[in-house]
């Protein structure tokens, strides 16, 4: 049974910077895709990025480009959100999840996700 748990929330003034991380155990992570997404207070959930097994391609959402970079460390069983020139509307919870497998149809889809984590809180300020 794989797991995984985010960490790195926090508050921060627009422009400001903070990096998510996301710690997998139980499985052979280095096996699997990973993905951010993220839900705002009365929104849906909404894909933010995601990374193959490998590390080598990575894809973004729109309002997220250019401005959050997704990584990932497999010898530490970890995938890494680093988030910058953060704006107002970035507030809400992130959450780490993965497919359990290598190839999702579409990365995009949190359908695609089998497991998540709790999700940590980020509050950007005007």
Do not use: H
Not at 29 to 35: D, E, K, L, R, T
Request: hydrophobic content about 35%; aromatic content about 12%; charged content about 20%.
């Amino acid at each position: 049974q794989v797991q995984v748990a985010e960490s790195g929330g926090g508050s921060v003034q627009a422009g400001g910077s903070l990096r998510l991380s996301c710690a997998a155990s139980g499985g052979t992570f280095s096996n699997y895709a990973a993905g951010w997404f993220r839900q705002a207070p009365a929104k849906e959930r909404e894909f933010v990025a995601s990374i193959t097994r490998g590390g080598r391609f990575t894809s973004y959402a729109d309002s997220v480009k250019g401005r959050f970079t997704i990584s990932r460390d497999n010898a530490k069983n970890t995938v890494y959100l680093q988030m910058n020139s953060l704006r107002p509307e970035d507030t809400a919870v992130y959450y780490c999840a993965t497919p359990g497998y290598a190839l999702p149809a579409d990365y995009s889809r949190a359908e695609e996700y089998d497991y998540w984590g709790q999700g940590t809180q980020v509050t950007v300020s005007a």
